[in-house]
Each structure stands twice: as C-alpha cells, then as structure tokens.
Nanobody, 130 residues
Framework: QVQLVESGGGSVQAGGSLRLSCTASGYTYSSYCMGWFRQAPGKGREPVATIYTGGGSTYYADSVKGRFTIFRDKSKNTLYLQMNSLKPEDTAMYYC???????????????????????WGRGTQVTVSS
C-alpha cells in the first residue's frame, strides 16, 4: 500500500502556472504506475497524466498535452505535475493516485483503460479564473 499526500493547489489567473506535488510513502515495488486525476464539480473523474516509475514513460490526456508535465523525483519520493498555460476549464480537484499492478502499456494509456488505481491522496484544489 502507498500513502499519498498532495499539495501545491491554489487559485491562479488564466495563463498562469502551478506545480502540484505528491509525496509518497510505503512503497512496496520499485516499478508501478502513478498518475494525476482531476474532477470538476458535477463531472466525472478523469485521468490527466500518468507515469510508469520503472522507466519514466508518460501519458497525457489530450486536453493537457503541451501544457502539463508529469515527472518524479525518486530521491524525494515525490511526484509532480507542472501545469502551465492554465485555463478555466482546468479548474478541478486534483488527485494523486497509484496502481501497483498496471502493466507498462496500460499505464501510459496504450494497453487499456486507466483503472485499478486503488491508492489515492486527499486531493488539492486548483482554481483558474478568466
């Protein structure tokens, strides 16, 4: 089981930037899938970006490609989501999650749906004003 704690959310104007952090503890495996999801009020949860910790390969939702970057710092056990050129539609609660069993291809959005994320953080709110 992995314990996850997000931070870095806040309120920014459109075009601004934020960097979300997710500190993880309790790692059991050296390679697994981690990602950022978001959920806006009245909408379903959607994957934003994922990374396979074994090699660093990533997946991005079309809505954030070119604007968001997911990366990790293994020495700090921290996952990041750098968000640039933020838009009002990016407003949502952002969650960090982990899937200890996802195969590589599924983790990066090629081999199937991004399900099986059983470890979640509490979330951090991102609000983007126009």
């Amino acid at each position: 089981q992995v314990q996850l704690v997000e931070s870095g959310g806040g309120s920014v104007q459109a075009g601004g930037s934020l960097r979300l952090s997710c500190t993880a503890s309790g790692y059991t495996y050296s390679s697994y899938c981690m990602g950022w999801f978001r959920q806006a009020p009245g909408k379903g949860r959607e994957p934003v970006a994922t990374i396979y910790t074994g090699g660093g390969s990533t997946y991005y939702a079309d809505s954030v490609k070119g604007r968001f970057t997911i990366f990790r710092d293994k020495s700090k056990n921290t996952l990041y989501l750098q968000m640039n050129s933020l838009k009002p539609e990016d407003t949502a609660m952002y969650y960090c999650a982990a899937d200890l069993n996802a195969p590589y291809l599924r983790c990066i959005g090629v081999g199937g749906p991004l399900t099986g994320f059983n470890d979640w953080g509490r979330g951090t709110q991102v609000t983007v004003s126009s």
